[in-house]
């Protein structure tokens, strides 16, 4: 079955402490990845996604993200965090003709003044 | 541009009690799905939808009906309220199922069971 696994569940940063969230998933075949953001009390909104070409992917807010095929991995990284990045953080992956996204269990980021 | 909308933001139950969730989206999506959020378990699917009058269970259904009219409208029905129902549920659409789709959230239904 297909899974998404985000290794860090609570990560406390410093303000400009540079950061690395974890995502593999398991699939074979052709996939597209999204990571999305949940600051507190709001709604999930897209951070970035990937579906072909350059596997390096820029997103919103200086955030950026990596597809290796061979390791099946899909990490979240920015250089420089900032208080108001605080949020929780999920990885899904939509693999071959799956109607649906699969979800990792999330990744809680607080980040300190 | 209103996106994804539910109603209502708070609801609290009372054990037995029934209720419906509404979830309207004015994207002409396709597309549309219930999740629930516990902490700690990330998002789990309810039931799901690929167009006006088609409705699939998702990973997590029992104690939920869902019904899909129309395009823009997918409610979300507990008939028998039960505290393990205590979350907090997401409605999402997006153009189509599969490669690639992007999903647009509403802001999220805190329901409490007592």
């Known amino acids: 079955a297909q899974s998404v696994s985000q290794h860090n569940h609570h990560v406390i940063l410093s303000e400009a402490a540079s950061l690395e969230l974890g995502c593999n998933y398991s699939?074979?075949?052709?996939?597209?990845l999204f990571w999305y953001v949940q600051y507190p009390g709001q709604h999930l909104q897209l951070l970035l996604k990937y579906f072909s070409g350059d596997p390096l992917v820029k997103g919103i807010k200086g955030f950026e993200a990596e597809f290796i095929k061979s390791k099946f991995s899909f990490n979240l990284r920015k250089p420089s965090v900032q208080w108001s990045d605080t949020a929780e953080y999920f990885c899904a992956v939509n693999a071959g003709n799956n109607r649906k996204l699969i979800w990792g269990l999330g990744t809680s980021l607080a980040v300190n003044p | 541009n209103a996106g994804v909308t539910q109603t209502p933001k708070f609801r609290i139950l009372k054990i037995g009690q029934s209720m419906t969730l509404q979830c309207t989206q004015d994207m002409n999506h396709n597309y549309m799905y219930w999740y629930r959020q516990d902490p700690g378990m990330g998002l789990k699917l309810i039931y799901y939808?690929?167009?006006?009058?088609?409705?699939d269970k998702g990973e997590v259904p029992n104690g939920y009906n869902v019904s899909r009219s129309t395009t823009e409208d997918f409610p979300l029905r507990l008939e028998l309220a039960a505290p393990s129902q205590t979350s907090v549920y997401f409605c999402?659409?997006?153009?189509?199922?599969?490669?690639?789709?992007?999903?647009?959230f509403g802001q999220g239904t805190r329901l409490t069971v007592v």
């Open positions: 939808s690929v167009g006006a009058g088609i409705t």
């Open positions: 699939y074979g075949g052709t996939v597209n």
């Open positions: 999402a659409s997006s153009s189509r199922g599969g490669a690639g789709t992007e999903a647009f």
